[in-house]
C-alpha cells in the first residue's frame, strides 16, 4: 500500500451480497424497550434478503416492536479486516413463507430448539474493507538487515 | 458432550471480563436518529469500562445524543463459540481524561486519523458459550467402522 492510497476501501452492492452469501454467523442489533440489544446470529441469504431462526424471546420481541435492525458480518484475516452492514426491517415469517427456510443453507450451530423464521428486507447494504496495519505484528528481530 | 447437557453455557462476569480483555476488535450498536447502527470498533478495556477512538462522525453524533450502546465481541472455533455482550452507557471522554487512551493497548488497525475518545460504562455484562453442533463439517467417510 502507498501512503497516498486510503486504507478503507468501500465494496460495491455485488461485493457486499458476495460477501454476505460466503459467511453464515453475524450479529443483530434490535430496538427493545427502548434500548439497543445486540445478539450474535447464524443467518442465510434468500435472493435479497437474510434469514435466521429464533425462539421465543428478547429478538422476537424486540423485531415485532419495532422492525428497525441492523447486522453485521465481517472476517479478519493478518492483513484486512472486511465488515459488511445490512440496516433494514424484520418481520416473522408467517404460514406458508416460512417453508422458504427448508430450501436455504440456514445451520444453527447449536441444536436449541427454534420455532420462528425472521427475515431482514434491506433498506441499506454497506460494506468497507480496510487494509490493516498492525505493526506489532512486525516488532521482530529482522536479522542483520 | 452428552445429550444431557445444554450446549449452551453462561459465563461468570470475571469469564466475560476475561474474554474482553483478551480481544481488541469488536462491533458497537448504538442509536442514531430513532434508527439502530452497527459498526465494528477497535477497543481496549480500561478497568471495568470499555474505550475506543473515533473521528467526527455518526458513531459519535449517536452517543451525545442518545448514550444507550451495547458492544460485542466473539471467537468461533470448530468446536465452540464465544460471545460477550456489553450494554451500557457511551460518553466522550473530555479534557484530561482522554489521557488513559496513552496507557492502554488501544491500537487502531488502520491509520486514519481518529480524534476522539469514548468511554463505555457498563449497565449489564452477559457472556455464552456455545458447544457448536455442525455435523456437515464431520460429513466425511468414516472408513468400514
Not at 460495491?12 to 452469501?21: A, K, P, Y
Not at 454497506?126 to 529482522?142: M, N, Q
Request: include cysteine.
Amino acid at each position: 500500500m502507498s501512503d497516498h492510497e486510503s486504507p478503507v476501501h468501500v465494496l460495491s452492492t455485488e461485493e457486499c451480497w458476495d460477501f454476505l452469501r460466503a459467511n453464515e454467523f453475524g450479529r443483530l442489533a434490535f430496538h427493545l424497550a427502548g434500548e439497543v440489544h445486540l445478539v450474535p446470529i447464524n443467518y442465510a441469504v434468500d435472493r435479497q434478503r437474510l434469514v435466521f431462526l429464533t425462539a421465543e424471546g428478547d429478538k422476537l420481541l424486540g423485531v415485532s416492536m419495532n422492525s428497525d435492525v441492523a447486522f453485521e458480518t465481517d472476517l479478519v484475516t493478518e492483513e484486512r479486516a472486511t465488515s459488511v452492514v445490512v440496516r433494514g426491517s424484520a418481520r416473522e415469517l408467517e404460514g406458508s413463507e416460512k417453508y422458504v427456510v427448508e430450501q436455504l443453507p440456514l445451520r444453527p450451530w447449536v441444536n436449541t430448539p427454534k420455532y420462528s423464521a425472521v427475515a431482514i428486507e434491506p433498506v441499506e447494504v454497506t460494506g468497507r474493507r480496510f487494509d490493516l496495519s498492525r505493526p506489532w505484528l512486525h516488532d521482530r528481530p529482522t536479522g542483520a538487515r
